[in-house]
């Protein structure tokens, strides 16, 4: 990635620079889940005292998940004390493979959550309504907390002009970080992923996230930073999308691409 490239800070995490980061989901329903959970990642870690990585660098806190019963700030508070990690919040929608939830709701709880002083940075669907992608991100910004913007596909994968052009309204809209997700249904898919990443991650001076879902899409999950990718998402337990890694498993073969990384950057 070149001198010029902007950065995110998450935390005391910084996306768009170094080796890729490893973000894992919270999926918790309960309060007695999320301290499963953060307890889990916790003996991970992320960086050691000598500077070493361990493992984990970002929790994302899956809220579409919790059960609606428990009260969401609460159940924040329990959640960032115990994962000693930056948190970012997400709410997906069915549109999006997550829960039904009306567009006042969702404003309203990004809102809040991202003004509760307990998130590093929060997604939001990209291409919802504009005055709610634009309130939410401005609120956020306001808050100083980052803002992911994103958008998946859970059954196909788009053409490399269609995921440049996402990507292009993503970055217009102001938010901090790129995310397009989607569903390969053949190695060719994948390519065009892989390829799209490349292009875009030398176009936009923002960080990327991309993701092909699914068996096919494993190798985007581990060598999406050789094609400008600067995070992946790694499973402890329960993933929250098909096809995610193991952080066991995963932390090898980063370990082995991140020289190829630097080289490509």
Request: contains cysteine.
């Amino acid at each position: 990635m070149s001198s010029g490239k902007k950065t995110a800070t998450l935390g005391g995490v910084v996306l768009g620079e170094g080796r890729t980061k490893v973000i894992v989901p919270v999926t918790a329903e309960t309060f007695n889940e999320i301290s499963e959970q953060t307890a889990s990642i916790a003996k991970l870690g992320g960086q050691t005292a000598s500077g070493a990585w361990n493992g984990v660098d970002v929790v994302e806190w899956r809220m579409d998940f919790l059960s609606p019963s428990i009260d969401v700030l609460s159940a924040l508070e329990m959640l960032a004390g115990s994962a000693d990690l930056p948190v970012l919040a997400t709410f997906r929608t069915a549109d999006e493979g997550g829960k039904a939830i009306e567009a006042s709701a969702y404003r309203d709880l990004l809102l809040a959550v991202a003004r509760s002083g307990k998130v590093s940075a929060i997604d939001v669907e990209a291409f919802r309504d504009e005055s709610t992608v634009r309130e939410v991100i401005d609120g956020a910004h306001g808050a100083n907390v980052a803002v992911v913007a994103s958008y998946h596909d859970f059954h196909a994968t788009p053409t490399s002009e269609e995921i440049i052009s996402r990507l292009g309204a993503m970055d217009a809209a102001g938010a901090d970080v790129l995310k397009l997700a989607c569903m390969p249904n053949s190695v060719d898919d994948l390519l065009v992923l892989l390829s799209a990443t490349h292009q875009a991650s030398r176009t936009f001076d923002r960080p990327l996230i991309t993701v092909a879902m699914g068996p096919i899409g494993t190798l985007s999950r581990i060598a999406g930073g050789v094609f400008g990718s600067c995070a992946t998402f790694a499973a402890v337990g329960k993933g929250s999308a098909p096809g995610q890694i193991p952080v066991s498993d995963l932390r090898p073969a980063l370990d082995l691409l991140d020289p190829a990384q630097s080289a490509t950057s």
